[in-house]
């Protein structure tokens, strides 16, 4: 639970929101000491907008750019740039962000993933390959045993691109930090593994599936308000005090508004604010859904959890019965991939019981939300 969180680095001068409108310093630092070493935070690069990301040099390449490598002797990069037709295509590939596995899978370059990170859950497939650590713990002894010609990244590790260099192996910085992002990488991706038809095909169902979703959201709020949501991001089952949420401009918030919610802290100056019980009393939420996707949620756990919301006081959500709790039964729910509008719908159903009875004409067009037309435009 705890690696999830350490995903979310405070920013310089971060804040703990008490009541709306008012803040205060944070937890104590060594608290979030504790969440930013914990092993295993290669989930930033998939739960967070900007990731946690260890200090950055000079050389390092931009997001999204395969990386100049520096090759050792005997050893020359091998992949071409994303856009060129030309240059042989990669046949080892090792992969430290989920969401690049299932997008290399889904294009049909799969065979050639030969290591995956500890927290790639689909497809079934990739359960047997070599697990190379994560972001900031990489198994770099067999990185280099695996003999990769491409190595993807999600967020920055001076290791494994020291590693690379030394090795003259090609890195790929995978750019996704927005839902809109998810189709730029599907197509980079397309273009260095030989597979732009596939990649094509891809990005079209994408598409579609968004376009969808946004005609049925449009339907849905045609009689209705945006409910207000409170959506926790992976606490600890055991304790309700302060929780972490997301802020505006994030790809948590994102996903609130193509399921056509309304942020409860959509409109705050931190990107992941720590939340007391006393703000989000004040905030008055319609909907509360806790995201615990490491999480085996039993009814007992369930129970337990419902009960700790009681505690705290009076809300809409609860008095409607509008609490839900979400674990491992949407285990991609923080993972950017092709199947992303599966989770969108998803947070969509919870948020809107009627949803898949409300009549929609899957013909004509939706207006757009601010992400919505991001989305959208790929």
């Known amino acids: 639970m705890r690696r999830i969180r350490a995903a979310f680095k405070p920013a310089a001068g971060s804040r703990r929101i008490i009541a709306h409108g008012h803040s205060r310093n944070p937890m104590s630092p060594a608290r979030w000491i504790g969440w930013i070493v914990v092993v295993g935070a290669i989930v930033a690069g998939v739960l967070v907008i900007r990731p946690c990301r260890?200090?950055?040099?000079?050389?390092?390449?931009?997001?999204?750019?395969?990386?100049?490598?520096?090759?050792?002797?005997?050893r020359t990069p091998t992949v071409a740039e994303p856009g060129d037709a030309g240059g042989p295509i990669p046949t080892r590939i090792i992969t430290i962000a989920p969401n690049s596995a299932e997008i290399l899978c889904a294009?049909?370059?799969?065979d050639a993933i030969v290591g995956v990170d500890r927290f790639?859950?689909?497809?079934?497939?990739?359960?047997?390959?070599?697990?190379?650590?994560?972001?900031?713990?990489?198994?770099?002894?067999?990185?280099?045993?695996?003999?990769?010609?491409?190595?993807?990244?999600?967020?920055?590790?001076?290791?494994?691109?020291?590693?690379c260099r030394r090795l003259g192996v090609r890195v790929y910085h995978d750019p996704t930090e927005r839902l809109a992002d998810i189709p730029r990488c599907t197509r980079e991706l397309g273009r260095i593994t030989g597979r732009e038809e596939a990649a094509a095909e891809v990005e079209q169902r994408f598409h579609e599936r968004i376009a969808s979703?946004?005609?049925?959201?449009?339907a849905v709020l045609s009689s209705r308000p945006r409910p207000r949501v409170l959506m926790t991001l992976a606490r600890d089952p055991a304790e309700l005090e302060d929780v972490f949420t997301a802020g505006p401009g994030t790809y948590v918030d994102e996903l609130i508004d193509l399921a056509g919610g309304r942020n409860l802290y959509g409109d705050t100056d931190m990107a992941y604010p720590t939340v007391s019980?006393?703000?989000?009393?004040?905030?008055?939420?319609?909907?509360?859904i806790e995201l615990m996707p490491e999480v085996h949620l039993t009814d007992a756990l369930r129970q337990q959890m419902l009960e700790q919301w009681r505690r705290v006081g009076p809300t809409p959500a609860l008095a409607n019965g509008r609490i839900y709790f979400v674990g491992d039964e949407l285990n991609n729910?923080?993972?950017p991939s092709p199947r992303y509008p599966d989770v969108i719908e998803a947070i969509a159903k919870l948020l809107h019981p009627d949803w898949d009875s409300v009549d929609v004409n899957e013909d004509e067009a939706a207006e757009p939300g601010p992400s919505e037309s991001s989305v959208a435009g790929g």
């Open 120 to 163: 790639c859950v689909f497809p079934p497939e990739l359960a047997s390959r070599p697990r190379v650590g994560g972001l900031f713990d990489p198994d770099l002894e067999r990185i280099t045993t695996l003999r990769p010609d491409l190595v993807v990244l999600r967020g920055r590790s001076d290791d494994v691109e020291h590693l």
């Open 213 to 218: 979703i946004r005609r049925r959201v449009a």
């Open 277 to 288: 019980m006393e703000s989000v009393l004040t905030g008055r939420p319609d909907v509360i």
């Open 333 to 335: 729910a923080l993972i």
């Open 107 to 110: 294009v049909g370059a799969g």
């Open 54 to 74: 260890p200090h950055e040099g000079p050389t390092s390449p931009p997001s999204g750019a395969l990386g100049d490598a520096v090759p050792s002797v005997g």
